[in-house]
């Protein structure tokens, strides 16, 4: 056993997936796609900027053919579906101003980790750009890609391609890891990388931030939801339905009716 660093920061995050080596293999793994790389951007960003967001990419590197994106999200948002998807159309129009047509000569791919879970608890979903036909099937125009992983959700279905990477990711969430369980060698260093003897005190006092913000976000949304589920208590609506409406359990609707 190995005591870790937890990759829900995004600060350890970027400490092992900006290595040119593991990012490449975890992209080969995750896209199918391999690329050549010497460098990974963190916190990347576009100048001048596309739209009336400036959006930053935790994780962004690109070769000849194709631009990567890598996000780490762990607080629950509701809209994260739709905030990748604007970024990765983001990373699309950058190219317009030097292209020839509509074709963007970089295919564009984003790889969003869902560390902390989602609504729908799917394993891998995928937003596939390319036109299909009435029967689903692909006609091979487009390439881009959006792929949400929650390695929460890891089961026996789960590709193999990505199964060990998704566990290695939810495995360091309690800063232990069995590090005999994975093959994978750029798991292997992932877990050297983070091992929490080598984290700096720079990177300390950022987790420390990190930390105290989703602490607080949380707990913001905790009180809101509080005072949602008693308005409806007031109401007359069954416990059941808002349990399912907030997502608080029935056991803390109970105690925002004491």
Not at 75 to 95: I, K
Not at 128 to 146: T, Y
Not at 167 to 195: C, G, M, P, T, W
């Amino acid at each position: 056993m190995k005591q870790v660093a937890s990759l829900k920061y995004g600060v350890i995050f970027k400490k092992a997936f900006s290595r040119p080596e593991i990012f490449t293999a975890f992209v080969r793994d995750i896209l199918g796609v391999t690329i050549e790389i010497d460098h990974v951007d963190t916190e990347k960003s576009f100048t001048p900027v596309i739209g009336q967001v400036n959006a930053q990419f935790d994780l962004f590197a690109e070769d000849k053919k194709n631009r990567i994106i890598v996000d780490i999200q762990h607080t629950r948002h509701a809209d994260h579906y739709d905030r990748f998807l604007h970024y990765h159309c983001m990373a699309l129009m950058e190219q317009i101003k030097t292209a020839k047509n509509y074709r963007p000569e970089i295919t564009v791919y984003t790889i969003v980790v869902l560390t902390s879970g989602d609504k729908h608890k799917n394993d891998v979903s995928i937003i596939d750009f390319d036109p299909k036909n009435l029967k689903g099937e692909s006609v091979g125009e487009i390439k881009h890609k959006v792929i949400y992983l929650c390695p929460k959700y890891v089961n026996n279905e789960t590709p193999v391609a990505y199964k060990e990477w998704l566990e290695a990711i939810d495995d360091s969430l309690d800063e232990v890891v069995d590090e005999q369980h994975y093959k994978n060698r750029a798991i292997q260093s992932i877990f050297n990388i983070i091992e929490k003897e080598d984290i700096t005190p720079d990177e300390r006092a950022i987790m420390f931030d990190e930390y105290n913000q989703r602490e607080h976000e949380e707990t913001l949304k905790q009180e809101t939801m509080d005072i949602v589920a008693k308005k409806m208590l007031i109401k007359g609506m069954e416990i059941s339905l808002i349990s399912e409406i907030t997502g608080l359990t029935v056991d803390e609707i109970n105690q925002v009716n004491l």
